[in-house]
T-cell receptor, first 113, second 111 residues
Framework: KAGVTQTPRYLIKTRGQQVTLSCSPI?????VSWYQQTPGQGLQFLFE???????NKGNFPGRFSGRQFSNSRSEMNVSTLELGDSALYLC????????????FGQGTRLTVV | GEDVEQSLFLSVREGDSSVINCTYT??????LYWYKQEPGAGLQLLTY?????DMKQDQRLTVLLNKKDKHLSLRIADTQTGDSAIYFC???????????FGRGTSLIVHP
């Protein structure tokens, strides 16, 4: 059974640009969550999608958005990039029933210059 | 979950036992988890425990839960250099779909 796949693994962008990250969950999983990980703030929850609907949202500005497709694949978009957006972005998939057993991808390392 | 706290660093000698501690504030936590993150990788689920359990053992890993004190610990027996990583504690409360993670404990294993 394939694990959670995130693409790309590494990305370098310039301030003001926008970026789209992709996450393919484990087959059969309907929930995809996104996290931002930085040395200073630790692991911060961005949002969660379940059956193509955003079900939970963290405290991030509107520049951070996402969506989920009918095959459960999810994309995260960050517009008007800032230097502080440099981070490891992790995606986690789960069945979504509240048991919380989440499986993480390798992450996308975003560097904003 | 509401808040999950962990110490930031732990250093042990190879072959010794490691104990990583975690405290949480949400009394309605239903599941508690331990994740491991190696450099450059995502989080890997190590083990989890239901809130109605006191202990769970899985090979070299032992999880202890003290619900009264809202304290969770992970003991790694015979710690190896390959166990060097960041360990995250997380909890999830009834009715929530999103676990709350601690800041992570960086375990350093030296010869």
């Amino acid at each position: 059974k394939a694990g959670v796949t995130q693409t790309p693994r590494y990305l370098i962008k310039t301030r003001g640009q926008q970026v789209t990250l992709s996450c393919s969950p484990i087959s059969g999983h309907r929930s995809v969550s996104w996290y931002q990980q930085t040395p200073g703030q630790g692991l911060q929850f961005l949002f969660e999608y379940f059956s193509e609907t955003q079900r939970n949202k963290g405290n991030f500005p509107g520049r951070f958005s996402g969506r989920q497709f009918s095959n459960s694949r999810s994309e995260m978009n960050v517009s008007t990039l800032e230097l502080g957006d440099s981070a490891l972005y992790l995606c986690a998939s789960s069945m979504g029933g509240g048991e919380g057993e989440a499986f993480f991808g390798q992450g996308t390392r975003l560097t904003v210059v | 979950g509401e808040d999950v706290e962990q110490s930031l660093f732990l250093s042990v000698r190879e072959g010794d036992s490691s104990v990583i501690n975690c405290t949480y504030t949400d009394s309605s936590s239903t599941y508690l988890y331990w994740y491991k993150q190696e450099p450059g990788a995502g989080l890997q689920l190590l083990t989890y425990i239901f809130s109605n359990m006191d202990m769970k053992q899985d090979q070299r890993l032992t999880v202890l839960l003290n619900k009264k004190d809202k304290h969770l610990s992970l003991r790694i027996a015979d710690t190896q250099t390959g166990d060097s990583a960041i360990y995250f504690c997380a909890d999830i409360s009834g009715g929530s779909y999103i676990p709350t993670f601690g800041r992570g404990t960086s375990l350093i294993v030296h010869p």
